[in-house]
């Protein structure tokens, strides 16, 4: 049975030929295009259900694909790709419309399950137009007909609804990670040139001067704990898992609280396990989100207060939260913490929560939070315990 007819649109004939025999061979109908002229002339000629194409082609740019798409197929689900991502192409593909934005290499795993979403969004859009008539229809004869195709175009406004939400959140992500890669590069090349002429005046400091090679040595150390920091920063070539190691998470939680600088007015409290389970997990990335959440705590107290930290074994999973005495959240922006880019402190990215769930997620786990205005803040992450 065919599953859908898709346009890969690319000007590498090997991607092409490698995009239409991984789609193919899950039962899906693929043409190829080699250029926006090729890919115009399929899209007047045929019918699809997604269109998969290059942000970079031999004659007109992707981008302007994507625009022709949206002004004749406004619901047509199209995905771009890319071998150079950078941030202008990223916002540009989810101002245009772009279902996703995906960074090569393109996989078996990777693509197939967004082309499936696509299509079931696409025919969900066509199936809630489709109640929509026939719920006029059915006004002007029965109105039993009627009650019942509103239930069901409530149910896919629902769905609709949700796949919205999805797609939202995809696409900041997306740009967030193209962000994240390029402020990460630029700040590492700052870093090397730092320590470079660092190197050169130590080698320029008579063996006396004691005072002056002891503020080096913490100006060097403060660079390679930065460095170590945005070595962990997940980004657009780091972000899946890559290694999974047993790690004891009390020991990773004890050294974790030592790279921190916590103000004094800020106490620590621990409520942990001695007997903590072996977890296989990235420990860099979860490092990552012990790192984000102490921090979010420490700067939710300017003034001082308590975090407590506790963990729990549950049946299937080891559940640790995070509860500070800080100034909590607002109702009205609870339901935006994890969205990426948003955020209400200055000089803050509002990428530290979105990152969080996302690295958790991926190693098959959850956060959660509760909150309440100058009650402070718990959060709660779950990790899988080994099976």
Not at 76 to 101: C, F, K
Not at 249 to 275: A, C, R, V
Not at 304 to 317: C, S
Request: glycine share 4%; with cysteine.
């Amino acid at each position: 049975m065919d599953r859908g007819n898709i346009l890969i649109v690319d000007d590498e004939e090997g991607m092409r030929v490698t995009l239409k025999k991984i789609l193919s061979n899950r039962g899906y109908s693929v043409t190829t295009a080699a250029d926006f002229q090729e890919a115009s002339y399929y899209l007047q000629k045929m019918s699809f259900d997604t269109v998969v194409t290059d942000i970079i082609l031999s004659d007109i740019n992707g981008l302007e694909l994507l625009r022709a798409i949206k002004d004749k197929s406004p619901n047509l689900p199209t995905i771009m790709i890319t071998g150079a991502p950078n941030i202008q192409t990223a916002i540009e593909s989810v101002r245009l419309g772009a279902y996703d934005y995906l960074i090569k290499p393109i996989t078996k795993d990777n693509l197939p399950p967004i082309i499936a979403k696509a299509i079931e969004k696409k025919r969900l859009i066509e199936d809630k137009n489709l109640l929509k008539k026939e719920n006029l229809d059915f006004r002007q004869n029965l109105e039993s007909k009627v009650l019942e195709r509103t239930s069901e175009l409530e149910k896919a406004n629902i769905q609709l609804k949700k796949y919205r939400e999805d797609l939202l959140q995809c696409s900041q992500m997306a740009t967030a990670v193209v962000l994240a890669s390029y402020v990460s590069h630029k700040l590492q090349n700052h870093f090397k040139v730092i320590l470079n002429s660092l190197q050169d005046l130590k080698h320029n400091i008579k063996d006396h001067d004691f005072s002056i090679k002891k503020h080096f040595k913490t100006i060097e150390k403060e660079i390679q704990d930065g460095q170590k920091i945005i070595n962990d920063f997940p980004t657009s070539e780091h972000n899946k898992i890559g290694n999974l190691q047993k790690v004891n998470l009390n020991l990773l939680l004890e050294n974790t609280l030592k790279l921190l600088h916590i103000p004094e007015n800020i106490q620590i409290k621990k409520d942990t396990f001695d007997s903590f389970p072996l977890l296989t997990v990235d420990e860099e990335q979860i490092r990552q989100v012990f790192l984000n959440l102490i921090n979010n705590a420490a700067q939710a107290m300017p003034n001082g207060g308590e975090l407590t930290i506790t963990a729990k074994k549950q049946k299937y999973y080891v559940e640790i939260s995070f509860l500070d005495t800080g100034a909590g959240i607002s109702e009205k922006h609870q339901n935006k913490i994890f969205q990426p880019l948003f955020t209400t402190r200055p000089q803050q990215n509002g990428l530290g929560l979105p990152i969080c769930k996302f690295l958790l997620e991926q190693h098959g786990g959850a956060i959660s939070f509760q909150s309440a205005k100058a009650k402070g803040s718990t959060f709660c992450i779950q990790l899988p315990l080994d099976s």
